[in-house]
């Protein structure tokens, strides 16, 4: 377990439960979205938050840094399509049930739980509801 609580799962086949290494970025492949921009897997995290099961996937998004950044309102369904095309088919099944997904683009690999105020990040979560991601407001 790491600092927060939560544990890293394995592999883009999650094996939910089981502590790993994160999925190595050098192998992920490029997961389309909406934006048309570059996204790959980067790792999920399985957590608490209070009774709830939090299940964090986070991605790698070049484009949301660098000179010229795509702005949140640009990316935001792209952060919808990867909550309800990625993420729910890698908790198939899990254990325990995911009560909420977080989703989190960054420009570049930051350590989970670090702040690093230089590297853009944006964050999303998300209930689920009759198998749909359901945007929640932070």
Known sequence: MNRAGARLLPGVALVLGLAG?????????????????????????????????????????PEIGGAAPRPYEEVAP??????QGFALSQLDGGDPPADRIVISLMAEVVAFGDPSPGTPQYFEAYSLRDGRCIWEAF
């Open 21 to 61: 290494p994160a999925f190595p970025l050098a192998e992920a492949a490029l997961i389309e979205v909406p934006s048309g921009m570059p996204v790959r897997f980067h790792d999920a995290i399985a957590g608490e938050q209070g009774v709830a099961s939090v299940y964090r996937f986070r991605f790698v998004a």
């Open 78 to 83: 792209d952060m919808d399509a990867l909550c």
